[in-house]
RNA sequence: GGAGAGGUGGCCGAGUGGUCGAAGGCACCAGAUUGCUAAUCUGGCGUACUGGGUAACCGGUACCGAGGGUUCGAAUCCCUCCCUCUCCGCCA
């Protein structure tokens, strides 16, 4: 969520910022008129609250003899202020919505509903993208930023999709997967299983012994809050599963509970940065790319991830931001896969996301760079959200931290990367070195 | 799922209808002092919204798990819900 009151001081500067991602200015201008309503009914309230304050504090002061006469004067009064404060608040929604006569409970109620419609339409405003993200329209405009690597396009045999090479080594079941839960559902097998698992077990080595990230199992479900703290919620509902017995949110994302973790806390400035990961299988309805990416492994309604999130302070956002993304292009630099990394214009950002880049593995046998991953600088607006601050040692008032996140990386495109450059004329697969260890030592995967 | 206990400030913990934003302690900050890597003393120290001021700051309102209710007045009484703990049941 936005500043409210970086919204109110410069609207000018927050339309043109979010002109850039494409929200219209009037959405502005709606906060800023909700925004005024909230506050003059805030004034109103204070001074009936004020003033049954001073009253109230009055009698307890009398002598209890006097008490009951003071009291049968504030009834008087309230009786005739009532109908009076009824129409000065225009309190109709508040009168409909329950049932008191009490002017300030109305007078409340009816500030509730406003603060309710400054949330409605602040909670659907995006971030403020950093000032150096180029301007775009489309991905068209994101900006290829380095390439590693040299990505393989022609060699002596005919190079094949993963999907294919999957199938024949027995290691990837498609059909199985329809069969046990629809389109978009698949069975890894075998040594397919076993090299998901090598990946996921190396990448959390690296993430934990040699870049300094705490492991995390946390809750796949999570409720409402938690997922409207990241920002996925209420904007992206239709991307997320949602069982609707219990109110549980199935993560998109291992980003929701790892950012969520420190929810609703004042962290010491000394427990910054926090650095945390977490394998975990994420789940996404893709209604948005339903025909896109139906063949393979590439985008499927559930797909396992290694997760990075780190809570910094502001001043040092910028740098973490680019250590993550090194992190995370360590892993593809290890596996010997030829990688981009790419820059995403303003259109192209996620919602909560203020920067962001994508690094891309080359897949010579579908012939495409696939996003394996995607490092996000979400300055303080999700930590606005869910209200994640630090207090710094010169006593201050708690702070807003910045939040990031980034994939570490996803793995069924990392698989897809490593069965189609790794892919021999005969149909083998060899398995990356850094991996061996975590295969038994096993060298190929090949046709049993 | 059943029974009981409980949820108070960054943390611990008093407070059962009025002057309580809330004792006390810890932590933290500032100052004083001490022949010494710390103790002692003094003072300060919540958050949000909001009005005024360039500003340090001053004022108003709210907040004692959440939401309702009773009352002139609620941390305190009543109702509903959530969460935690203990015991029982069930279970990987």
Avoid at 271 to 289: G, H, I, Q, W
Avoid at 424 to 436: F, M, Q
Wanted: proline share 5%.
């Amino acid at each position: 969520m936005l500043d409210i009151k970086l919204i109110r001081e410069k609207p000018d500067f927050v339309k043109a910022e979010l002109a850039k991602r494409g929200v219209d200015p009037a959405d502005i201008d709606g906060v800023l008129a909700a925004d005024a309503v909230r506050r003059k009914l805030q004034a109103n309230l204070d001074e009936m609250r004020a003033d049954r304050k001073r009253r109230s504090k009055e009698i307890g002061t009398l002598p209890p003899d006097q008490r009951a006469a003071a009291i049968a004067q504030i009834r008087q009064e309230e009786a005739e202020e009532s109908r009076a404060s009824r129409v000065l608040a225009n309190a109709v929604e508040a009168a409909a919505a329950i049932n008191s006569s009490n002017p300030i409970t109305l007078a409340a109620t009816q500030l509730a509903l406003a603060e309710r419609e400054v949330e409605r339409r602040a909670l659907v405003l995006p971030n403020i993208p950093r000032s150096y993200v180029v301007v775009g329209q489309s991905e068209a405009d994101n900006r290829v930023i380095r390439t590693e690597g040299t990505p393989l396009e022609f060699t002596a045999f005919q190079l094949l999709p993963h999907w294919e090479l999957g199938e024949q080594l027995g290691i990837i079941d498609f059909d199985r997967g329809v069969k046990l839960s629809g389109t978009r559902f698949y069975v890894l097998m075998g040594l397919g299983a076993r090299l998901e698992r090598a990946l996921i077990a190396w990448m959390l080595d690296i993430k934990t012994s040699e870049q300094g990230y705490l492991e995390v199992i946390p809750p796949l479900m999570v409720n409402t809050e938690t997922a409207t703290s990241t920002g996925h919620l209420p904007k992206n509902a239709d991307t997320m599963y949602h069982d609707a017995e219990d109110d549980f949110w199935f993560i998109p994302t291992a980003e929701v509970p790892l950012t969520g973790l420190y929810r609703d806390e004042v962290l010491d400035e000394s427990k910054l940065p926090v650095y945390l990961t977490a394998y975990t299988p994420c789940f996404r309805r893709e209604k948005m790319s339903a025909g896109r990416d139906v063949r393979g492994i590439k985008r499927g309604h559930q797909f396992d991830k290694v997760e990075m999130v780190k809570l910094v302070k502001p001043e040092t956002s910028d740098d973490e931001f680019n250590k993550m993304v090194e992190d995370a292009a360590q892993v593809c630099r290890r596996l010997k896969i030829p990688f981009r990394v790419v820059e995403l214009c303003t259109a192209d950002l996620s919602f909560a996301s203020a920067v962001t880049y994508d690094l891309e593995m080359w897949a010579p046998g579908c012939g495409e760079w696939l996003e394996v991953s995607s490092i996000s600088n979400c300055t303080d607006f999700q930590a606005r959200r869910a209200h994640i601050r630090f207090r710094g040692a010169k006593a201050g008032k708690p702070e807003l931290v910045h939040t990031l996140n980034g994939s570490g990386l996803a793995l069924p495109r990392t698989v897809i990367a490593i069965l189609e450059n790794y892919q021999n004329e005969d149909g083998s697969v060899t398995i990356p070195e850094v991996l061996r260890p975590y295969m038994g030592g096993l060298e190929r995967i090949a046709k049993t």
